[in-house]
Nanobody
Framework: QVHLVESGGGLVQAGGSLRLSCAAS????????MGWYRQAPGKERELVAT???????EYADSVKGRFTISRDSASTTLYLQMNSLKPEDTAVYYC??????????????WGQGTQVTVSS
């Protein structure tokens, strides 16, 4: 069992910055990749960025060069540094953990989400 809690969301003007955090607790030793997803009103949840246990990262094209994902060495805290924010970045941001106890035994864990609102 893994529990994920996001923080750091809020209201910011276009061009501003925010840093999201995701604290993981519980059976975190089996967490593999982690990531941030977002869901805007009336839209499907979409991938923002992911990071593997080895530190490899991937980003959605829409955030490349503006957002940076990172995690601490113990993989208990995930971050998303968001710069040059745009109104279209407005969404609820969710933390995700890919939990793998074995090759065939894996689970997905999600946080409760944190609202990010970017005003124009």
């Amino acid at each position: 069992q893994v529990h994920l809690v996001e923080s750091g969301g809020g209201l910011v003007q276009a061009g501003g910055s925010l840093r999201l955090s995701c604290a993981a607790s519980g059976d975190t030793v089996f967490i593999s990749a982690m990531g941030w997803y977002r869901q805007a009103p009336g839209k499907e949840r979409e991938l923002v960025a992911t990071i593997t246990s080895g530190g490899s990262t991937e980003y959605a094209d829409s955030v490349k060069g503006r957002f940076t994902i990172s995690r601490d060495s113990a993989s208990t805290t995930l971050y998303l540094q968001m710069n040059s924010l745009k109104p279209e970045d407005t969404a609820v941001y969710y933390c995700h953990a890919d939990w793998r106890r074995s090759y065939s035994y894996r689970l997905d864990y999600w946080g409760q989400g944190t609202q990010v609102t970017v005003s124009s």
